[in-house]
C-alpha cells in the first residue's frame, strides 16, 4: 500500500478523483493491492494526497458499487476478493471483476442486510441452548422447519409442515440429494427443461440418472413433449423458467399435475426466485395443488446472498425419512446456527422487509435497464421481463451469442450467451440486472451494445 500511496502522490497534473479512481482499479485488477488489503480512511488518504475528502470518499463508493472496494462499518474500507473466471460472479478478462456485472443468477451482494442479520446472529448465539451447538436434527432444527413452513404457507400457499421439510445447503445440494433417493426408487431417467440452468444436466448425471430435455415455449414446460419422453421425474421453474424467463401456464400447470397423478410421477419445483414480481402477482407455487406429487425447492441464494448456503426441500411425507437420512449420511445437516439466525430473522419480520426493499430496488434497476436497451441497444428485444433477476435479450437472426458475450467481456460487461445454456435456440443474451446500480444502468448497456456492434 505503502508503494501505490506514493505513486498517487505524484503531483501529476490533474489528478483528482477520477484519476484516483482510475489507479486503485488498476492496482486491485492488477493485484498490487491484494484482496483483504486495508485502506486508509477517506480522512487520511486525503490529507497525503492534499485532496477533499468529498473526493476520496466519491472514489471509495464508486469502487464499492463496482465491487472492487468493501466498507465495513468498524473495520474500514478494504480491497474485495475478485471472482475468477467461471466462478459465478461477472468475471472480465484477467480474472478481475467486470465493470458491470450483468451476469444472470446473484441477487445484489452489496443489498444484503448486513446489520439486521448480525442482530440475528447476536440473538441467535445468546438464546440457543449449548446442546445446539452439536450436530443439528438430520431433517434441520425443528424451531426452523416450523417458522418456515409458515412463512411458505402464508407466501407461497405451499403446503407445509415441519414433518415435510429437510433443510438443505441451497438448490444444487437439494438436486443431489434427491438425485441418489430417484436413483434408488428405480427412477432410470429424469426430465429436465430445455434449456434449464447451468450445471443442472451435469448434476443429475453425475448422481447415475439419464437426463432427457423438454422443450420450454411460451406457456413453459411441454407436457405433452414430457409425456412422450418416458420419465417419471421433472425439474421445473414453474414461476419463473431458467433461463427464458416464462411462466407456467394455467393449463401448463393443470397438465403437469395431470401427467404426474397418471404416472404417479414427481415434479421437482426449483422456486428459485419467485418472490420477486413487478407487473403481475405471485404465482402461488405448483406444490399447492398437488403435495403427495411434487417436492418443493427453495433457497436464500437469490434473496440474500449465496454465501449463506441456505436452501430446502418440501417433500411428500413418505419420501421424508429417507431424503433427511441421506442427508445425515451426506454432511451431518445443514449448519445449525445459520439455521437458528434465520429463524429469528424471519420470525423477528427482517426476511419480509428485506423483500420489500429489495423488490422496489430491483424493480427500479429493471426499469432502468429497459429503458436504456430502448435508447441505446434497441436490437435487443427483451421477454421475461415481469419477474425475477434476470431478463432474456433475444438478438437478431443470424447473431453470435456467444460472440458477443465474448466482446462484452472485453468491454468490462459480464454478460451470458443463451447458447451456453443449450445450443441450438435463436441468439439471446441472459442479463441480470440486480447486480447493477440505477445510476450505473445506462453506461452498463451503452457497453453492452458497444459489444454487439463490434
Given at each position: ?82 471472482a475468477?473466471?467461471?466462478a ?29 442479520w ?44 415441519a ?65 412422450a ?58 406444490q399447492?395443488?398437488a ?100 431478463v ?10 456467444a ?7 472485453g ?21 441480470g ?15 453492452l ?6
Open positions: 500500500m505503502e508503494e501505490v500511496l506514493r505513486e498517487l502522490s505524484l503531483p501529476v497534473e490533474g489528478r483528482r478523483g477520477r484519476s484516483l479512481e482510475g489507479l486503485l482499479r488498476e492496482r486491485i485488477r492488477r493485484g498490487v493491492l491484494a484482496p483483504g488489503t486495508r485502506l486508509p480512511s477517506s480522512r487520511d488518504l486525503a490529507g497525503q494526497l492534499g485532496v477533499a475528502r468529498g473526493t476520496v470518499t466519491a472514489v471509495y463508493r464508486q469502487l464499492a458499487a463496482e465491487g472492487y472496494l468493501v466498507a465495513v462499518r468498524g473495520s474500514g474500507t478494504r480491497v474485495a476478493e475478485l475468477a473466471p467461471g459465478g460472479g461477472g468475471a472480465a478478462p484477467g480474472g478481475a471483476r467486470a465493470r458491470f456485472d450483468l451476469s444472470p443468477g446473484l441477487p445484489s451482494l452489496a443489498a444484503f442486510p448486513r446489520a439486521a448480525l442482530r440475528a446472529v447476536r440473538a441467535a448465539l445468546a438464546e440457543v441452548p449449548d446442546a445446539a451447538l452439536g450436530y443439528p436434527e438430520a431433517a434441520g432444527s425443528r424451531e426452523f422447519r416450523a417458522e418456515l413452513a409458515g412463512y411458505l404457507g402464508r407466501v407461497r400457499s405451499v403446503e407445509a409442515s414433518e415435510r421439510i429437510v433443510v438443505t445447503h441451497g438448490t444444487f445440494d437439494a438436486l443431489g440429494l434427491l438425485a441418489g433417493h430417484l436413483r434408488e426408487e428405480g427412477h432410470g431417467v429424469i426430465a429436465v427443461e430445455d434449456p434449464c440452468g447451468a450445471g443442472q444436466r451435469e448434476l443429475l448425471a453425475r448422481s447415475g440418472l439419464e437426463v432427457v430435455g423438454v422443450p420450454v415455449d411460451g406457456e413453459g414446460l411441454d407436457v405433452a413433449a414430457l409425456a419422453t418416458g420419465a417419471r421425474a421433472v425439474v421445473v421453474t414453474a414461476a419463473h423458467h431458467y433461463p427464458l424467463g416464462v411462466a407456467l401456464s394455467a393449463a401448463r400447470r393443470r397438465a403437469l399435475v395431470a401427467w404426474a397423478r397418471e404416472r404417479d410421477g414427481l415434479i421437482v419445483e426449483d422456486d428459485y426466485d419467485a418472490e420477486y414480481r413487478y407487473d403481475r402477482p405471485a404465482l402461488a407455487a405448483v399447492g395443488m403435495p403427495e406429487h411434487v417436492v418443493y425447492s427453495g433457497t436464500v441464494s437469490k434473496t440474500l446472498a449465496p454465501a449463506l448456503r441456505l436452501g430446502w426441500l418440501v417433500v411428500p411425507v413418505a419420501r421424508h425419512a429417507d431424503l433427511a437420512r441421506r442427508m445425515w449420511l451426506r454432511c451431518r445437516g445443514a449448519g445449525g446456527l445459520d439455521q437458528a439466525a434465520f429463524t429469528r430473522f424471519l420470525s423477528g419480520g427482517g426476511y419480509d422487509r428485506h423483500l420489500r426493499v429489495t423488490r422496489a430496488e430491483y424493480r427500479r434497476r429493471r426499469d432502468a435497464f429497459l429503458a436504456a436497451l430502448a435508447e441505446l441497444f434497441p436490437q435487443a428485444v427483451p421477454e421475461g421481463i415481469d419477474a425475477g433477476l434476470h432474456l435479450l433475444r438478438l437478431p437472426e443470424g447473431s453470435d451469442d460472440a458477443v458475450a465474448r466482446r462484452a467481456q468491454c468490462g460487461v459480464a454478460v451470458t450467451a443463451l447458447s451456453s445454456y443449450a445450443p441450438g435456440h435463436r441468439p439471446a443474451l441472459v442479463a440486472f440486480a447486480g447493477v446500480p440505477v445510476g450505473r444502468m445506462r453506461a452498463a448497456v451503452s457497453a451494445a458497444t459489444a454487439y456492434v463490434h
